[in-house]
């Protein structure tokens, strides 16, 4: 099968629908694993992006945090949100078939913090320095919780079984 195609075609498919142009496929060892179309418009859920979705169905039906083995195909470069989940999941391969480039004469979307060609840049500021207005409320039972963490977990800090970069 030809999983780039076939994400294209979920994507095709979706924009038919009344949907966004996005698609996830993900394959572990030569099978599909989890696939999905950007579900945004559908649902009103923000967080509803291919990516998401697949990542949540392919997680769900391994039982676990990692998809370590797998590739990821998705049908452009991801936005910040899916890039940090896909950092997240460890999949061996995410392979994008379009670029913001190619497809920005067709398809843009900018939002009042959000807008592709700045974001990255806002991303990598300082919290107090980004656009989105936020603020630090110190509180030391916040950091208890994590202290709480550690004990349960014999003293550990990692999440065990977690792949690493060393």
Same mark, same amino acid.
């Not at 509803?48 to 590739?71: F, Q, S």
């Given at each position: *099968?030809?999983?780039?195609?076939? =994400?294209?075609? $979920?994507?095709?498919?979706?924009?038919?629908?009344?949907?966004? !142009?996005?698609?996830? @496929?993900?394959?572990?060892?030569?099978? $599909?694993?989890?696939?999905? #179309?950007?579900?945004?418009? %559908?649902?009103?859920? !923000? =967080?509803?992006?291919?990516? $998401? +979705?697949?990542?949540?169905?392919?997680?769900?039906?391994?039982?676990?945090?990692? +998809?370590?083995?797998? =590739?990821?195909? $998705? +049908?452009? +470069? #991801? &936005?910040? *949100? &899916?890039?940090?989940?896909? /950092?997240? &999941?460890? #999949?061996?391969?995410?392979?994008?078939?379009? =670029?913001?480039?190619? /497809?920005? #004469?067709?398809?843009?979307?900018?939002?009042? /913090?959000?807008?592709?060609?700045?974001?990255?840049?806002?991303?990598?500021?300082?919290?107090?320095?980004?656009?989105? !207005? *936020?603020?630090?409320?110190?509180?030391?039972?916040?950091?208890?919780? /994590?202290?709480?963490? %550690?004990?349960?977990?014999?003293?550990?800090?990692? @999440?065990?079984?977690?792949?690493?970069?060393?």
């Amino acid at each position: *099968m030809d999983f780039a195609q076939h =994400t294209i075609d $979920i994507a095709r498919r979706n924009v038919e629908e009344g949907g966004r !142009p996005f698609a996830t @496929v993900i394959v572990k060892d030569g099978e $599909i694993l989890a696939e999905s #179309p950007n579900r945004v418009a %559908q649902t009103s859920d !923000p =967080t509803a992006h291919a990516e $998401i +979705l697949a990542i949540r169905e392919a997680c769900t039906k391994l039982g676990t945090e990692h +998809l370590t083995g797998a =590739t990821i195909y $998705i +049908l452009a +470069l #991801p &936005c910040p *949100m &899916c890039l940090g989940a896909l /950092y997240y &999941c460890s #999949p061996d391969e995410v392979v994008f078939l379009t =670029t913001r480039d190619a /497809y920005e #004469p067709h398809y843009v979307d900018d939002r009042k /913090y959000f807008e592709f060609d700045t974001f990255y840049g806002e991303f990598a500021k300082p919290w107090d320095e980004r656009r989105l !207005p *936020m603020r630090h409320e110190s509180r030391d039972d916040a950091v208890e919780v /994590y202290r709480r963490w %550690q004990e349960r977990n014999n003293g550990e800090r990692r @999440v065990a079984g977690v792949p690493t970069a060393s």
